[in-house]
């Protein structure tokens, strides 16, 4: 028992040694037994006392006087047999306690959902995309039927390229088609993850695939949605990784074509470019929906729109004017006009004039924070397009 409590004590408390028994070693045991006889004697028994003298890490001060040798053992006599043990005494249980009051249960969280369809049509303009959306969405109602019906259903696919000017909306249309799909039963979430180039292409070799499995991984069950994808093959480096990217995109969308879509957006020639780079490309996107330039009545709409939501409103000649600059925006237009970009724009120009006209007024009130003067709205040279 003394052995076994002995290599216990040093295995699992080393720490309590002295540092001459660190690190531990057999060599050293028989001092560390004396060592622990003398620091816990009531676990050692009657054991020979420990030679100060020999361990030098106790000074003089500390030494002791030899104890004289201990006496032999008495004969042991006969002891009664042990009485049983008996159990301590338990303690009175608590009383019982009241049941509890059964709580009501909280109420589910109500999810408001808005109609895809509903929010499609109240969009400023974009008619012919309007209806492009809804054939697409009446095609897949119709393949949903024929295979209930036990029908064949010929293999399309769901990945769409949106060509167009910045501006046109081809984000928010995105978005609104990822809920058309997951109502449809097409897409689990129908969420829409955003990307470009950057987010895809790496700067230095094997870390594209990783980025590409990244974003891929965040779109599942929704829509992955590539702004400017033509990009992702316009580079003339040749250590660009590009082209690496839609190799592995390319992989990604036949592993999880059950779980993904696709969207590439941008410019309509650079686009179709991309799609032809590559076969595989060409046979997964099929569908091409146009985003036109907004009419200057559409974009008379938006601006009016961002006055209401910011509380602002037209007075006196400003809107004939606003309209004149519109027109000379929509006229003078030319490749990359921002459409709804270039509105935000010229809303952002005019509230700038309004704050200086107003700086130096003296007596500024409520109506006039709220009105935009006809002194207030730019010419078309003013704006950013």
């Known amino acids: 028992i003394l052995n076994l409590g002995r290599d216990v004590a040093i295995l699992l408390n080393p720490r309590g040694l002295p540092e001459y028994l660190r690190p531990i070693d057999y060599w050293n045991l028989d001092r560390a037994y004396d060592h622990l006889k003398h620091m816990y004697p009531y676990n050692m028994g009657k054991a020979p006392p420990l030679q100060y003298d020999e361990n030098p890490y106790f000074s003089k001060q500390q030494q002791k006087p030899p104890q004289p040798p201990p006496q032999p053992p008495e004969p042991p006599q006969q002891q009664k047999p042990p009485s049983p043990p008996q159990s301590p005494p338990q303690p009175p249980s608590p009383p019982p306690k009241p049941p509890r009051e059964k709580q009501p249960a909280a109420p589910a969280p109500v999810e408001t959902k808005q109609d895809p369809f509903a929010e ?73 993850t955003e990307v470009s180039r950057v987010d895809l292409v790496a700067e230095y070799i094997g870390q594209t695939a990783p980025k590409v499995a990244e974003a891929v991984e965040q779109a599942l069950d929704g829509v992955l949605f ?34 993904l879509v696709v969207i590439a957006a941008g410019y309509r020639e650079e686009m179709q470019g991309f799609v032809d780079s590559n076969p595989g490309l060409k046979s997964r996107f099929k569908t091409f929906i146009d985003f036109p330039d907004y009419e200057p009545s559409d974009l008379m709409e938006i601006f009016r729109g961002l006055c209401a939501r910011n509380g602002m409103e037209l007075t006196g000649k400003a809107p004939p004017k606003l309209k004149k600059t519109i027109h000379a925006l929509y006229t003078g237009r030319g490749k990359g006009f921002g459409n709804g970009r270039a509105v935000r724009n010229l809303f952002e120009v005019c509230m700038e004039r309004q704050a200086t006209r107003l700086a130096e007024a003296h007596d500024v009130g409520i109506e006039d924070l709220k009105q935009l003067a006809a002194a207030d709205i730019p010419g078309p040279e003013e704006v950013r397009t």
């Open 120 to 192: 499609l049509r109240g969009l400023t303009g974009l008619a012919p995309v309007k209806k492009q959306v809804e054939t697409v969405a009446n095609l897949e109602k119709v393949n949903q039927a024929r295979r209930k019906a036990g029908l064949p259903v010929p293999e399309r696919s769901n990945h769409l390229v949106f060509t167009g000017n910045p501006g046109t909306g081809k984000t928010t249309v995105a978005r609104i088609i990822g809920r058309i799909y997951r109502d449809l039963g097409v897409l689990k979430k129908g969420h829409c």
């Open 226 to 259: 590539i702004d400017e994808a033509y990009s992702l093959i316009s580079s003339d480096s040749n250590n660009d990784f590009g082209i690496e990217a839609v190799t592995a995109l390319l992989k990604f969308m036949e592993d999880y074509r059950d779980r």
